[in-house]
């Protein structure tokens, strides 16, 4: 495995065990982490107010660790591409799956961009 695959997988076992230091040590000062649609941070400080949270990581106002089932990595240059399925348990109960796609940029050996993807599966989560 290429050590760039290797640094997105690091992240991703940083992000499911939440272990944000980790996460933060892998990523540039100045990373845009982008989840198109949603919300979009520059800056490692701006991420780390984002995910810092010792229950897990913030998405749409819930806290929790997502489950991540990575089918793919893609790697072209300074790109990797992972594709795959996750899901969030709600606090209704609920589980919200999507499949994603997350395309990596790197600077040399530390992330500088990630641009996140989501196609959410089944009907949407009924708010409480």
């Known amino acids: ?3 760039h695959k290797v640094i997105v997988e690091q992240y991703r076992d940083g992000v499911l065990s939440g272990d944000h230091e980790k996460v ?3 990523v540039t ?3 845009v982490w982008e989840s198109l649609g949603q919300l979009r941070v520059q800056g490692k400080d701006a991420l780390r107010g984002v995910i810092h ?3 897990g990581v913030v998405v749409k106002g819930v806290v929790q ?3 991540i089932t990575v089918d793919r990595l893609i790697e072209e240059g300074d790109h990797v591409v992972a594709t795959g399925r996750a899901a969030l348990t709600l606090p209704t109960g609920a589980t919200a799956e999507f499949l994603f ?3 990596f940029t790197f600077a040399g050996d ?3 961009r990630l641009e996140s993807y989501k196609v959410p599966l089944g009907a949407p989560p009924q708010q409480g």
């Open 24 to 26: 933060l040590s892998l």
């Open 110 to 112: 530390a992330i500088s």
């Open 101 to 103: 796609c997350d395309v």
């Open 53 to 55: 949270n010792k229950d």
């Open 29 to 31: 000062d100045d990373v």
């Open 1 to 3: 495995m290429s050590k």
């Open 65 to 67: 660790r997502p489950s």
